[in-house]
């Protein structure tokens, strides 16, 4: 492996986000469990240590603790808000529950530039989120800046190379947080811009064939920018031994199974077998309208699916791998295992293996990758811009989108209603701007005017969201006209809705979806 910087993951939701900073910076980055033994680390050439940020508290005993020898490597650290914490706490500071908190937007004052700081302004606006703070500075640190609450919010003992910071540099809101990673990424460690995503192709494509062999692999295609980017790698690496299964779950969007069957079937020239499995779906989830029940039974409903298409294929051939196109969010929002302190915030139907029975291993080649890096893999990997900017769909579709209890009815409604939203965000050269676009159904009734009778009818809700990466999200300042409209097609064209709402809620604290 060529050198590279170690993340350390003490359960923070950011944790790959830094990784993913760190290879914006075309260098190589690979997370850790934070216990990692240093000699792991020291064998694999590290170049740099990055603590990360968690949700524990090192005054808590039992609080997650890093190998104390990765102290004694001779390597640059940089410790972010828990790992600041961290740090300090173990080599002699001390650490003390903050009378302030700081959660959000705070202003760092630069006493002392240093490596990490160079080239920057003396004062940045950055991201606090944290409880605690350093009191009492360990011996060999200095405080290089300060916010108002926080005297040692940046740390640093420029002798062994060991920086610490109390606020997040990797999160968008945090001003010029991308330079002050790139500072400590080749003034302090001095690494190399020389990894690339031709280089993660490379690495995926050999991996996946020594994984596989002369087996076969199902994937789950859904027609979104992740299985797709995940068949096109797959396919790259192994031909044939790909098989890909649709499945119409009765939760789709409008003519999304007719659209998938042509692009992939007759375009790609995949092996693409559409499972019909709407009402199985809809009568599973009859009169449920708990989100989290939902989204476990469409999952458990989806390994079933697989299940029975996995007994038939492999009446045909040797399949020993289920493919799937999971993505690094996926995964930190479903966290919830012994030994990480991440806290779960919602469950992911394609995350957390597969049931004994189907006797498959899970193939996962996207699960280090956010999304703007799928997009960038999908287009070296030749695939179409509609494919590759396509918006993300959640993996339970329609059914986290309905919300309450599912009906047929509500579902068409919300069919309708979303199909509009998108041809105007076409029309008005806005669906490629935004990170997603797509209407909420609410089964809340309403009282509207249409002509000269009186209508009490269901409520739409707009949810048009900016990111960069769905771990934060800010609403979207579509122009009025464009909304005007979108309601004015809505109202009109659509039996069983007579109002239209705009979502104007960031994540966080909202979610970008309701459910």
Known sequence: MPDHIAVLDFGSQ????????????NVLSRIYPYN??????????????????GPSSVLIEGSPRPDAKVFDMGLPMLGICYGEQLMAHMLGGRVG?????????????????????????????????HGDRIEELPAGFEAVASTENSPYATIQDAQRNFYGMQFHPEVAHSEMGTEVIANFLFKICGCESDWS???YIEESVQKIKNTVGDQRVILGLSGGVDSSVAAALIHKAIGKQLTCVFVDNGLLRLH????????????????VRVADKGKFFLDRLAGVSDPETKRKIIGNAFVEVFDESVTELKE????????????????????????????LIKSHHNVGGLPEKMNLKLLEPLRELFKDEVRELGSQLGLPKEVVWRQPFPGPGLGVRVMGDIKEQDLVVLRKADAILQEEMMAADLYYKVWQSFC???????????????????????????????????????????????????????????????????????????E
């Open 440 to 514: 909420v159904f609410l089964p809340v009734k309403t009282v509207g005017v249409m002509g000269d009778e009186r209508t009490y009818e269901n409520v739409i809700a707009l949810r048009i969201v900016e990111s960069l990466d769905a771990m934060t999200a800010d609403w979207a300042r579509v122009p009025y006209d464009v909304l005007r409209k979108v309601s004015s097609r809505i109202i009109n064209e659509v039996s069983g809705c007579n109002r239209v709402v705009l979502d104007i809620s960031s994540k966080p604290p909202s979610t970008i979806e309701w």
């Open 14 to 25: 950011y944790t790959q986000v830094i990784a993913r900073r760190i290879r914006e910076a």
């Open 316 to 343: 045909h051939g040797n399949y020993a791998f289920l493919a799937q196109g999971t993505l690094y969010p996926d995964v930190i929002e479903s966290i919830a295992i012994d030994g990480n302190p991440a806290a």
């Open 256 to 271: 999304e199974r007719e659209q998938v069957e042509k692009l992939y079937g007759d375009h790609f020239n995949l092996d």
């Open 36 to 53: 990692t033994q240093a000699s792991v680390l020291k064998e694999a050439g590290v170049k740099g240590i990055i603590l990360s940020g």
């Open 97 to 129: 529950k903050s009378e302030e908190r700081e959660f959000g937007h705070g202003t760092l004052n630069i006493a002392i530039k240093g490596k990490l700081f160079e080239g920057l302004p003396a004062t940045l606006r950055v991201w606090n989120s």
């Open 197 to 199: 995503m031709a280089n």
